[in-house]
């Protein structure tokens, strides 16, 4: 991918128009595949233990308790909802999990919580 010019964002930040991006790949390790992209709870928290402030985060599963299910395949990140209860990005963007639009999160504090299936056009 960089060789087109596609910065992975896992673990990494990328300013843009004066917006600072940064995202986390993979999902909770509901199986034993050691091609997957995913972590244990304390394997992710370790990860996102300094992350820095960033406006908008992307990531593949949501945070714990935000648009996400009991079952551990659909289970969100207790690391996620810790940075965004420290760090207070503008907006985040995720997916992997099924919300019924009933009773979706799109807040969490300040935070604006966006799930993303296919694509979509955000304005900000």
Request: proline letters at 6%; aromatic letters at 12%; hydrophobic letters at 35%.
């Amino acid at each position: 991918m960089n060789e087109l010019g596609i910065i992975n964002m896992h673990l990494n930040t990328w300013d843009f128009n004066g917006y600072k991006f940064g995202g986390f790949q993979g999902c909770v390790r509901y199986k034993e595949n050691p091609q997957a992209l995913m972590y244990k709870q304390e394997e992710a928290s370790a990860m996102m233990a300094n992350f820095p402030k960033v406006d908008i985060f992307i990531c593949h599963c949501p945070p714990r308790g935000i648009n996400d299910e009991e079952e551990i395949a659909h289970q969100g990140f207790n690391a996620l909802l810790d940075y965004i209860d420290k760090e207070y990005p503008k907006l985040l963007m995720h997916g992997h999990t099924y919300p019924e639009e009933e009773t979706m999160v799109r807040q969490h504090g300040p935070t604006r919580i966006e799930y993303i299936s296919g694509y979509r056009i955000i304005k900000f």
